[in-house]
């Protein structure tokens, strides 16, 4: 599995938070639309109006961006820790594949394949 990009994987939260922010905003704007979204406002100190709708979006944005971050940032710490645990478990197969064989020179990278094989199933 490949890692997260972390800034990336934050800036995609934070513009899909924004524009639900805003779409939500807009349709209980202009069509008065019931969504919630102008109680929210309300709590943040801000009035369902579109400078209060940007500012919120912002703030949605900042918000999701930094759980993003977090995510990816988690997300790629037990991706690291899962690899070492499989590199260690192919090492150990492949140490006894060696041994079995009854420990030639020269079979490390076949006898590593045959651990991979059998340790990642293909």
Do not use: H, Q
Not at 37 to 63: H, P, S
Not at 112 to 120: F, G, I, L, S, T
């Amino acid at each position: 599995m490949a890692k997260l990009d972390i800034r990336s994987f934050g800036l995609a939260w934070g513009i899909v938070a924004a524009g639900f922010i805003l779409l939500l905003g807009a349709l209980n704007i202009f069509f008065y639309w019931e969504t919630g979204l102008d109680k929210v406002m309300a709590v943040m100190g801000c009035r369902a109006t579109a400078f209060g709708l940007v500012l919120n979006a912002v703030w949605g944005f900042a918000y999701a961006f930094i759980f993003g971050c977090a995510i990816a940032w988690l997300y790629n710490r037990i991706l690291d820790e899962s690899r070492a645990d499989i590199e260690k478990r192919i090492k150990e197969v492949a140490t006894s594949i060696w041994e079995s064989k009854g420990k030639p020179e020269g079979s490390s990278a076949e006898d590593w394949k045959e651990a991979e094989r059998r340790v990642r199933g293909f």
